[in-house]
């Protein structure tokens, strides 16, 4: 059964890939996870200097989700590039490294480095992070998510996917920007702000005070907003992320527009997930009735 899926020029053997900051740089489940059941994997983001991320505590608990405050706690772009690209290299499955920055100049900085680099595919460029101070300012305003798109696509031709925030105004003029301005794809969507506060203590849960939301709590949020984004722009390559945890769920996003999906919280309790869902996608299809996983792209049956 063919299940390959594209996102611009980026070719996957199959639609599965990982979420950023939830399989560290890839390497870290070794023995957990057959990365060559993967179409890709996506690194934690990388800043170009590193970063502790915020004090703890960063995670919670929450109904059918997790709150998240990290804070783009990463180990910076120069050991990134020394430590941990080498064993990349030999990964038997796509590698996109997730890029994060306070500024346009962080961000160019960033792929001028990784640009050359064989074992990165493509780069994934986060303008969405909720959890760091002005992260989601280039993800909230079509103008500067545009400018940065144009900006990286003059530095690097690899595959250059924009990871798009929920808390933008209107995530659709976001992702008209950038698709104007070259990039191959869109990931539909980062985290959703949230809070939690200990009804005893009066303390919130995370020491930010407000992280950013996942898991199946947020999945008709994230499916709603790839539909809307595909449904205005149907030739723009979308990635969906937000609470997929089995084939069923990531059939929703393809059926919604999506060409491929990611995995996030769903590998913090089920970290077999990544081994099952290219065999439970065949298994999908052929009860179906269908050869090839693109024919449900977009395939929603909408009322008459
Ligand atoms: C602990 C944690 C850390 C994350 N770190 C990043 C990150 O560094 N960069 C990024 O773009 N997204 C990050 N995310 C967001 C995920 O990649 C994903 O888009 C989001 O969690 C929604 O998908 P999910 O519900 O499947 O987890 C993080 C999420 C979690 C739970």
Known sequence: MDLSASIGSLRLENPFLTASGTFGYGTDLDGVVDLSLLGGIVTKSVTLRPREGNPPPRICETPAGMLNSIGLENCGLETFASRKLPSLAALPTKVLVSVAGESADEYAAIVERLAYEDAVDGFEINVSCPNVKSGTSFGSDPRLAGSLAARLRRISRKPMIVKLTPSAPDIVEVAKACASEGADGAVVSNTFPGMVIDAKTRKPAVANVTGGLSGPAI??????????????????????????????????????????????????????????????????????????????????????
Do not use: K, W
């Not at 390559?237 to 084939?247: A, E, R, T």
């Not at 995995?263 to 990544?274: E, H, V």
């Open 219 to 304: 999945r008709p949020l994230a499916l709603c907003l790839l539909y809307r984004v595909h449904r205005s722009l149907p030739e723009f390559p979308l990635i969906g992320s937000g609470g997929i945890c089995s084939v069923e769920d990531a059939a929703q996003f393809f059926m919604a527009g999506a060409s491929a999906v990611q995995i996030g919280t769903a590998n913090f309790f089920d970290p077999d997930l990544l081994n099952r869902l290219a065999g439970d996608l065949e298994e999908y299809l052929a009860e179906q009735g269908l050869a090839d996983f693109r024919s449900l792209i977009g395939s929603v049956r909408l009322p008459v």
